[in-house]
């Protein structure tokens, strides 16, 4: 498509239940990136794929968190036994190349941890 | 650490005149700058964007200078317009291709 699609929106969970959160990347973009903004205006970098290959996963929470780009279907960001902490809105972004750099971001999941 | 700051929460400015937004870096290995603008409740969308080998990008009404020496850059956007209003975060690549942000500036243009 031509925008970044992620779903769902909204998604509520209690503390300790697993979260799975989706992103369709523009297609023909070759990175796919996903960004945590916890409080209002905060942008944390959580992980980078090179196609189905992870670029870079500094950011990645480890024990909780993991991510997958697979062919032929949507990028996924997954949090297992969420924490109150996790609270926040997810953007997926995607970008065409290294030589393109600019990123083009999704509408966004907000995720509510009660 | 911030390594990259908007030291101005917000801005106020007059429909049709000149909007300055600024932005500091710290970290000299940046190579590529970017600035986005943002609305409540959607994804931030991109706009101009500068490498570290130029000093002066232009597109339409937006203009992004980048002073290297200073660590500095901003975005000027002549003549504001009311739906302007947003708020505009700076970014910056760091190698492989992650953005470190601004914590952002409320831009409000009034008509």
């Known amino acids: 498509g031509e925008e970044v699609a992620q779903t769902p929106k909204h998604l509520v969970r209690g503390e300790g239940q697993k979260a799975k959160l989706y992103c369709a990347p523009i297609k023909g973009h070759s990175y796919v990136f996903w960004y945590q903004q916890v409080l209002k205006n905060e942008f944390k970098f959580l992980i980078s794929?090179?196609?189905?290959?992870?670029?870079?996963e500094t950011g990645m929470p480890k024990e909780r968190f993991s991510a997958k780009c697979l062919p032929n279907s949507p990028c996924s960001l997954e949090i297992q036994a969420t924490k109150l902490e996790d609270s926040a809105v997810y953007f997926c972004a995607s970008s065409q190349s290294n030589s393109r750099k600019e990123q083009y971001f999704g509408p966004g999941t907000r995720l509510t941890v009660t | 650490d911030q390594q990259v700051k908007q030291n101005s929460p917000s801005l106020s400015v007059q429909e049709g005149r000149i909007s300055i937004l600024n932005c500091d870096y710290t970290n000299s290995m940046f190579d590529y700058f970017l600035w986005y603008k943002k609305y409540p409740a959607e994804g931030p969308t991109f706009l101009i964007s500068?490498?570290?080998?130029?000093d002066k990008n232009e597109d339409g009404r937006f203009t992004v200078f980048l002073n290297k020496s200073a660590k500095h850059l901003s975005l000027h956007i002549v003549p504001s317009q009311p739906g302007d209003s947003a708020v505009y975060f700076c970014a910056a690549e760091v190698r492989g291709n992650k953005l470190v942000f601004g914590a952002g500036t409320i831009l409000r243009v009034k008509s």
């Open positions: 794929f090179q196609n189905e290959n992870v670029f870079d």
């Open positions: 500068i490498s570290s080998i130029k």
